[in-house]
């Protein structure tokens, strides 16, 4: 079965911190996309990426930047941590003209 | 860039009973529409899509409709289970699906 998994899966942050998020996916898909989640607003495209060692900007990647090592792994990392940056992050993997397949999510709380 | 406007935030329905739920989108270059259920305190998954070359589709108890004179579509539940509470988010995207803009999603409540 399609697997994807993030990690940590809750983290306290400081303002001004930085902070990494880690996915990790193991079907195989060529497509890997980080998304925020806010009460209201949905999912919000932050980056994705079509291959590794290469990353696109979304919708909203001020403030936010993505790595993709490997096929299989995906990291989205906040510099310099804001109380805006407050959210639960999903990260979801796909195949070309197929469905998402979405991790468990992170709550990540910038105090 | 393509905008996608969910017109319910919140929606009760008896059990038993049919729910809908609307969206519309800006893009006529959008061609493939996934809607995704999200339940209290989990994650998003995948529960059918639609594409343009046909303008409905159905899969056990969910129907989808396209509209795509009027941008327009929409997901039936018939028959809703107490299982079906949990939010929903309708999505548009263009051909080769790379980029998917998503709705700000519909609650959905089935009462007893």
């Known amino acids: 079965e399609a697997a994807v998994t993030q990690s940590p899966r809750s983290k306290v942050a400081v303002t001004g911190g930085k902070v990494t998020l880690s996915c990790h996916q193991t079907?195989?898909?060529?497509?890997m996309y980080w998304y925020r989640q806010d009460t209201g607003h949905g999912l919000r495209l932050i980056h994705y990426s079509y291959v590794a060692d290469s990353t696109e900007k979304g919708d909203i990647p001020d403030g936010y930047k993505a790595s993709r090592p490997s096929q299989e792994n995906f990291s989205l990392i906040l510099e310099l941590a804001s109380l805006s940056q407050t959210a639960v992050y999903f990260c979801?993997?796909?195949?070309?003209?197929?469905?998402?397949?979405f991790g468990p999510g992170t709550r990540l709380t910038v105090l | 860039g393509e905008k996608v406007e969910q017109h319910e935030s919140t929606l009760s329905v008896r059990e038993g009973d049919s729910a809908v739920i609307n969206c519309t989108y800006t893009?006529?270059?959008?061609?493939?529409f996934p809607w995704y259920k999200q339940e209290a305190g989990k994650s998003l998954h995948f529960v059918i899509d639609i594409r343009s070359n046909v303008d409905r589709k159905q899969s056990q108890r969910l129907i989808v409709l396209l509209d795509k004179k009027a941008k327009r579509f929409s997901l039936h539940i018939t028959a809703t289970q107490p299982e079906d509470s949990a939010i929903y988010f309708c999505?548009?995207?263009?051909?080769?699906?790379?980029?998917?803009?998503f709705g700000a999603g519909t609650k959905l409540t089935i009462k007893p």
């Open positions: 979801a993997s796909q195949a070309r003209d197929a469905e998402q397949f």
């Open positions: 079907n195989n898909h060529d497509y």
């Open positions: 999505a548009a995207a263009n051909y080769g699906n790379e980029k998917i803009t």
């Open positions: 893009d006529t270059a959008s061609s493939y």
